[in-house]
């Protein structure tokens, strides 16, 4: 008889069993409390244990449990766009509901082919990726990322989607240092445009900050007015993968809108269901809404949960919480105060060799040699030598959130990304802040 049943992610792991949550803090069945230092991975915005979303869920599935999208609107659905539209950039009115990032990824591309169908191009298909990026699991959004093991792994569905580099300053992919070296990772989108034909590509998808594969690496400034127009150029949708850095993540509603630029299409993912419930969405402009209200007059695509009315009840919860909180504005505040203290750890500690990052969207690089920048070798899996220290071999518990960088143009790389709920207050940060350093203290011990 096995011990469990549950096909787990890592069969070598024996995962601690959750009990329950409240605000910042999680438990396990066997008393632990752990600090979660990640919003599990960046999920649980608004906490643990929010009575309102919990009663929101109690009540709609009550009310109506169930609803297919080709049958009935809900009001959950119509109140939840409302809500998510009327605080998104001016012109981008409409919105599609799914249950998770990669679902919304794919719709997103989906929504682009059908498009340029629907504007008389159709060999336009490609969606150009880039280099340091996730978007999720699925074969499309697999062959539009740089995630190395898992390309590799279902290397015959992935398809030939072209990836370009991503801005990553730390680490420059074209060895230059801002701002002389003119942004020029950003014209290399041109470039590959120009090589693949202009008439076969279809969308450039990015995270305006990059999530786990590079730890919440912001671009340049310049870097997204450069995109934007080579995208109107060439006639190229440009989607935003907001799932991480979305929803006040960064400090501001959109991640993008630190940048004085636009999206035609942007995802929506993680912190939208607080952890609640699955959910996930795709706004879109009106320019390209109305291609679709003035050709096809439906969209060739679904799914059985899409826009469900209990998910978009919990929804509606969680953005009440967060208005009803000032938690859109106070983010910012939040993160500077915890960036400052991610600084102090680095000044002190030998590993540390970058914080970056922005609102509660913060990362730290771990290095082996912190001027040559010389990473650690892969096989010392340091980050997670981390994630496991800070989960079990402290006093109190921290959970982190681990990255490894195995992405298309680099060795591989050890990442912690910090990003506790929105609700953390200043004492929660400093115990934050002091697990976090004894839990590097211990990995440096453990390296020597
Ligand atoms: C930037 C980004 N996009 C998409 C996804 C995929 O989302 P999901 O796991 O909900 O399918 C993730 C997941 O981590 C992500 O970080």
Same mark, same amino acid.
């Given at each position: 008889?096995?011990?469990?049943?549950?096909?787990?992610?890592?069969?070598?792991?024996?995962?601690?069993?959750?009990?329950?949550?409240?605000?910042?803090?999680?438990?396990?069945? &066997?008393? $632990?409390?752990?600090?979660?230092?990640?919003?599990?991975?960046?999920?649980?915005?608004?906490? /643990?244990?929010? @009575?309102?979303?919990?009663?929101?869920?109690?009540? @709609?599935?009550?009310?109506?449990?169930?609803?297919?999208?080709?049958?009935?609107?809900?009001?959950?659905?119509?109140?939840?766009?409302?809500?998510?539209?009327?605080?998104?950039?001016?012109?981008?009115?409409?919105?599609?509901?799914?249950?998770?990032?990669?679902?919304?990824?794919?719709?997103?591309?989906?929504?682009?082919?059908?498009?340029?169908? &629907?504007?008389? %191009?159709?060999?336009?298909?490609?969606?150009?990726?880039?280099?340091?990026?996730?978007?999720?699991?699925? +074969?499309?959004?697999?062959?539009?990322?740089?995630?190395? &093991?898992? $390309?590799?792994?279902?290397?015959?569905?992935?398809?030939?989607?072209?990836?370009?580099?991503?801005?990553?300053?730390?680490?420059?992919?074209?060895?230059?240092?801002?701002?002389?070296?003119?942004?020029?990772?950003?014209?290399?989108?041109?470039?590959?445009?120009?090589?693949?034909?202009?008439? %076969?590509?279809?969308? +450039?998808?990015?995270?305006?900050?990059?999530?786990?594969?590079?730890?919440?690496?912001?671009?340049?400034?310049? /870097?997204?007015?450069?995109?934007?127009?080579?995208?109107?150029?060439?006639?190229?949708?440009?989607?935003?993968?907001?799932?991480?850095?979305?929803?006040?993540?960064?400090?501001?509603?959109?991640?993008?809108?630190?940048?004085?630029?636009?999206?035609?299409?942007?995802?929506?993912?993680?912190?939208?269901?607080?952890?609640?419930?699955?959910?996930?969405?795709?706004?879109?402009?009106?320019?390209?809404?109305?291609? +679709?209200?003035?050709?096809?007059?439906?969209?060739?695509?679904?799914?059985?949960?899409?826009? %469900?009315?209990?998910?978009?009840?919990?929804?509606?919860?969680?953005?009440?919480?967060?208005?009803?909180?000032?938690?859109?504005?106070?983010?910012?505040?939040?993160?500077? /105060?915890?960036?400052?203290?991610?600084?102090?750890?680095?000044?002190?500690?030998?590993?540390?060799?970058?914080?970056?990052?922005?609102?509660?969207?913060?990362?730290?690089?771990?290095?082996?040699?912190?001027?040559?920048?010389?990473?650690?070798?892969?096989?010392?899996?340091?980050?997670?030598?981390? $994630?496991?220290?800070?989960?079990?071999?402290?006093?109190?518990?921290?959970?982190?959130?681990?990255?490894?960088?195995?992405?298309?143009?680099?060795?591989?790389?050890?990442?912690?990304?910090?990003?506790?709920?929105?609700?953390?207050?200043?004492?929660?940060?400093?115990?934050?802040?002091?697990?976090?350093?004894?839990?590097?203290?211990?990995?440096?011990?453990?390296? %020597?």
């Amino acid at each position: 008889m096995a011990e469990s049943n549950v096909f787990y992610r890592s069969l070598e792991t024996k995962y601690p069993v959750i009990e329950k949550g409240t605000g910042v803090y999680v438990w396990d069945n &066997q008393g $632990r409390k752990y600090l979660d230092g990640a919003s599990g991975c960046v999920v649980t915005n608004i906490g /643990y244990g929010v @009575e309102s979303v919990a009663e929101a869920l109690y009540q @709609e599935a009550r009310q109506t449990g169930f609803s297919h999208g080709s049958v009935f609107t809900s009001k959950p659905q119509e109140e939840l766009a409302r809500l998510i539209t009327e605080d998104a950039p001016g012109g981008m009115d409409y919105v599609y509901f799914v249950s998770g990032g990669t679902e919304a990824n794919e719709t997103a591309f989906s929504i682009a082919l059908q498009y340029h169908r &629907q504007n008389n %191009n159709p060999s336009k298909w490609k969606i150009i990726g880039r280099r340091l990026s996730y978007h999720g699991s699925s +074969f499309a959004t697999l062959s539009a990322a740089g995630n190395i &093991q898992r $390309r590799r792994m279902y290397s015959p569905l992935v398809m030939p989607f072209p990836l370009v580099p991503a801005p990553h300053c730390y680490r420059c992919y074209c060895n230059a240092t801002y701002p002389e070296c003119g942004v020029s990772c950003a014209y290399e989108l041109e470039n590959t445009i120009l090589s693949e034909g202009p008439e %076969n590509v279809a969308a +450039f998808i990015l995270e305006p900050i990059i999530g786990t594969s590079a730890a919440a690496s912001v671009p340049p400034k310049e /870097y997204f007015s450069i995109v934007r127009e080579i995208c109107n150029r060439y006639d190229v949708l440009m989607i935003t993968d907001e799932v991480i850095c979305g929803y006040g993540r960064s400090g501001r509603y959109l991640a993008l809108d630190h940048f004085d630029a636009s999206a035609d299409l942007v995802t929506l993912g993680k912190g939208l269901g607080g952890g609640y419930t699955p959910l996930a969405a795709v706004l879109m402009t009106d320019k390209v809404y109305d291609t +679709f209200n003035r050709n096809a007059r439906k969209f060739i695509h679904g799914y059985t949960y899409q826009g %469900n009315p209990v998910s978009c009840a919990a929804g509606v919860a969680v953005n009440r919480y967060l208005k009803d909180h000032n938690l859109f504005q106070r983010v910012e505040s939040k993160g500077r /105060y915890l960036k400052e203290k991610l600084h102090q750890i680095a000044e002190k500690n030998a590993i540390v060799g970058d914080v970056r990052g922005l609102g509660l969207l913060l990362g730290l690089e771990l290095v082996k040699d912190k001027a040559s920048k010389e990473s650690f070798p892969a096989a010392k899996n340091i980050a997670e030598k981390a $994630r496991e220290i800070a989960m079990n071999d402290l006093d109190h518990g921290l959970m982190l959130y681990t990255g490894v960088g195995r992405t298309a143009d680099v060795t591989p790389r050890d990442y912690l990304l910090i990003a506790p709920p929105f609700t953390i207050n200043e004492e929660e940060m400093d115990l934050l802040v002091q697990l976090l350093s004894l839990t590097l203290d211990k990995v440096g011990e453990k390296i %020597n």
